[in-house]
């Protein structure tokens, strides 16, 4: 499944060459990137139609999906979809051929198409779709989270000295062990460790049928709950014994850069309609200043979050930014800004997430052996 990426040709395609791949590998990769355990429980983020033992061979990423991007879809030979909105959202009691989504629900399955649906997921993933919008307004430093998502878990594993840097080096290359701007963080305690080997084993230390007590470390770290699993296996993988003793534990906290919205900096301060206009110019699309509250002042930290984001007026002000770019924002959305002092602008819905898409899809085709583009259609 994996492979280096082949480059990227004009329109958005990356990693163009004849090859398949399992739908499920694909799944399992867009999994690595915007994992499932970020989600939402109201969202329906993962493989919404086609079969995972299916093979597919060109991949097209887009924002929604609508008639447009399947008859793309089929002018391009794509058979894996890749969108940000489900198509399925809420729970299906009836297929109406006739009208969205069923139209496009039974198009797919006529096409024998993989349609798949990375929203909440990508949304609050360390590279997702805020990440991407403050890096198309320009903005600086170290894209603090506005509102943090995700859980932290505490491995625990017990190793001789002598295999613990291997088995911390496993570690570190699943995600763990990251705190702030540190890597490979961990505790390592010498200690002892005792067990007594069935005639069915082969220990790594001493004899079986024996009870041994051996030098062990009792190595810890900290790992996001989304790469636990994968984690735990690398341990397990790099580890000498037949069985390691581990433990894995849930611990107050957020992985970092996991969450919703980002904050960074201009490369100047602007003007509340400087900064719409720059807005506006960025993505391609009308922008709306909605809440001025100190008219002619002048603003350079910038709260972003990609998509609908009216609900995370508060967090977004409790950053201590002047100014909140987002879609959809209301009429009490802006009352709301201006009342915390917050210069609001709507840019758009689709307008705040399209920018994720490009790298979404560069990122994915470094992972998998089949071709990945990116769709046309703009909403």
């Known amino acids: 499944m994996l492979a280096c990426a082949r480059g990227s040709l004009p329109g958005g395609l990356y990693n163009a060459h004849l090859a398949v791949a399992r739908v499920r590998d694909i799944s ?35 924002l929604t999906p609508v008639d447009e991007v399947f008859e793309e879809a089929e002018e391009r030979g794509a058979d894996f979809l890749l969108f940000h909105h489900p198509l399925i959202f809420d729970p299906i009691k009836s297929v109406d051929t006739g009208s969205y989504p069923g139209d496009l629900i039974a198009r797919a399955i006529r096409q024998d198409l993989a349609v798949y649906a990375a929203h909440t997921s990508y949304d609050a993933a360390p590279e997702g779709v805020s990440v991407a919008l403050a890096e198309a307004l320009e903005l600086r430093g ?129 003007s509340p309609e400087e900064l719409r206009e720059h807005v506006a110019s960025s993505l391609g699309f009308p922008a709306r200043l909605v809440a001025d509250p ?18 995370f007026i508060p967090e977004a002000a409790a950053t201590g930014v002047q100014t909140y770019v987002t879609g959809d924002l209301n009429y009490h959305d802006a009352l709301l800004a201006h009342s915390l002092g917050l210069t609001a602008i709507d840019a758009g819905h689709a307008a705040t997430e399209l920018p994720s898409l490009a790298p979404f899809a560069k990122r994915l085709a470094e992972m998998v052996d089949v071709p990945v583009e990116v769709s046309r259609v703009r909403r």
């Open 294 to 311: 100190e008219p002619g002042w002048r603003v350079e930290r910038v709260a972003v979050l990609g998509g609908s984001g009216g609900s």
């Open 142 to 270: 170290t894209f603090e989270v506005v509102s943090p998502r995700g859980s932290l878990r505490k491995l625990v594993i017990f190793v001789p000295e002598e295999n613990v840097d291997a088995v911390a080096d496993a570690l570190a290359a699943e995600g763990a062990g990251v705190i702030g701007e540190y890597t490979r963080c961990t505790f390592r305690t010498p200690g002892t460790g005792t067990f007594l080997g069935s005639e069915a084993t082969d220990p790594y230390l001493g004899e079986k049928g024996r009870l041994e007590m051996v030098e062990e470390i009792r190595l810890e770290t900290v790992v996001p709950a989304h790469a636990a699993g994968r984690a735990t296996a690398a341990a397990v993988a790099a580890h000498p014994y037949e069985e390691a003793a581990l433990d894995l534990y849930p611990i107050d906290g957020h992985p970092e850069g996991c969450g919703y919205g980002r904050v960074g900096k201009l490369p100047e301060p602007m």
């Open 28 to 62: 399992e990769t867009i999994e690595l990137i915007a994992p499932i355990t970020l989600s939402e429980g109201w969202d329906n983020c993962g493989l919404q139609v086609g079969r995972a033992e299916a093979e597919a061979s060109r991949v097209l990423v887009a």
